[in-house]
């Protein structure tokens, strides 16, 4: 639960894939849109675009994206071994190329094979252009060799992408061959419908459910980075500009209910000078307010002295990665509103804090729940920053604990 918590709020409901690729001589992107609800995934929109600022019109700024690079600069041959040392392979299909100035990407399939290659600074300026755009890319893939990752799905021994023609052998790969102009085949891929023009763009953002493709490249470093530049701004411009909204709202309604009260104590004393009567009103009022003062101060000693038998009993054992903020037992439900009764969360303890092990947080909800006083625990906040997780839970007495 935690982890598909985490998920959302990184990624969102929304997964976009890309491929760039070559059609009579022009570069064109093909645009699927994934969208998951609840475990439903459904294919939202796709579409064919002629330059990259087009993008604009179809995507929200800051939205992350796998990409696809399958344009006449990706080199892919096949090659019969399957030899663990990559370099060796990449010579032996390459052998001219000044390795250091190429991405590649290596697929074994069984007796085979497949190299994919493409220059640096092409595939840097395809991901800058993007990011001067507001997008992010996460996921870079070279050539047709993602379809793999579908194979099992298809079941298909020939698939159609955009530029080639794929034959299955037992389940893998056996063969990529070129095609100008490609017939449009439709696919269902385990219920989900899908054109051969957009298999590629949509293995890409099926991968970030899948997450079965596996091949060797020297993208891991660059793919790494982009993406922990993407959760850094992601938590920047989400849960940062949320709390300056939330701390302007706090400081807009403490101002306005300061000035609604400092305007109704100008009044007072000015009448007061005045009106002996509503000076004595106003010690009425005082005395009102002093009742009340009196009744919260024994409710927050009385709960002082039941907060310390809790406390006691919930540190046992507090794994030492975890660290309590705030210990609130019978939280106000309401703020205290004059001629107002005083509500409380009766039999509810609230906790905040941070934890550095999210098992053993887990483990100590657990531990928790297990307690005879212990009617419900709750996670009703979970976030996660750097190595740290901040978390509020909602712990709930049985009603034969509730003193």
């Not at 998951?36 to 579409?47: G, H, P, R």
């Not at 419908?193 to 596996?214: D, E």
């Not at 009425?284 to 709960?303: A, F, M, P, Y």
């Not at 905040?352 to 625990?377: A, R």
């Amino acid at each position: 639960m935690l982890a598909s918590l985490k998920s959302y709020l990184i990624y969102g409901s929304i997964h976009i894939g890309l491929e760039h690729y070559t059609f009579n001589g022009n570069e064109q992107i093909n645009v699927s849109i994934l969208k998951k609800s609840k475990k439903e995934i459904t294919l939202d929109k796709t579409v064919v675009l002629d330059k990259v600022e087009a993008l604009k019109n179809e995507l929200k700024k800051g939205q992350h994206i796998s990409l696809n690079i399958n344009t006449n600069k990706v080199l892919t041959k096949r090659i019969k071994t399957i030899d663990t040392n990559d370099l060796k392979l990449i010579h032996f299909a390459f052998p001219n190329i000044k390795i250091n100035d190429f991405y590649y990407e290596i697929l074994r399939q069984g007796n085979n094979t497949f190299i994919s290659i493409c220059r640096k600074d092409y595939v840097d300026a395809i991901i800058e252009t993007y990011k001067q755009l507001g997008f992010h890319i996460i996921n870079i893939r070279l050539g047709n060799l993602i379809v793999s990752s579908l194979t099992q799905y298809l079941g298909h021994s020939n698939i159609i992408t955009s530029n080639s023609s794929i034959t299955i052998k037992d389940g893998e790969i056996n063969s990529i061959a070129s095609l100008t102009n490609p017939e449009e085949v439709l696919y269902t891929i385990n219920g989900l419908k899908c054109s051969s023009k957009f298999i590629l763009s949509q293995s890409c953002a099926l991968q970030s459910f899948l997450n079965n493709y596996k091949s060797n490249t020297n993208l891991s470093v660059l793919e790494k980075t982009l993406l922990q530049d993407f959760k850094n701004i992601k938590f920047y411009s989400v849960f940062l500009k949320s709390g300056l909204v939330f701390i302007l709202g706090l400081l807009l309604i403490n101002f306005l209910f300061f000035n609604h009260y400092y305007s109704k104590s100008e009044a007072l004393k000015l009448v007061g000078n005045e009106d002996k009567a509503r000076i004595e009103k106003i010690t009425t009022l005082k005395n009102e307010v002093d009742s009340i003062q009196n009744t919260v101060n024994n409710l927050l000693s009385t709960n002082s002295s039941k907060s310390s038998y809790f406390i006691n009993n919930l540190i046992k054992e507090l794994p030492k990665s975890i660290l309590l903020s705030e210990f609130n037992y019978n939280p106000l439900l309401k703020k205290i509103q004059n001629d107002k009764p005083i509500k409380i969360d009766k039999g509810v303890i609230k906790i905040i804090g941070t934890s550095s092990n999210s098992k053993e947080l887990t483990n100590w909800v657990n531990f928790l729940e297990k307690k005879d006083w212990v009617e419900k625990v709750t996670i009703s906040y979970y976030r996660e920053v750097k190595k740290e997780a901040l978390f509020e839970l909602i712990i709930k007495q049985t009603n034969a604990t509730k003193i």
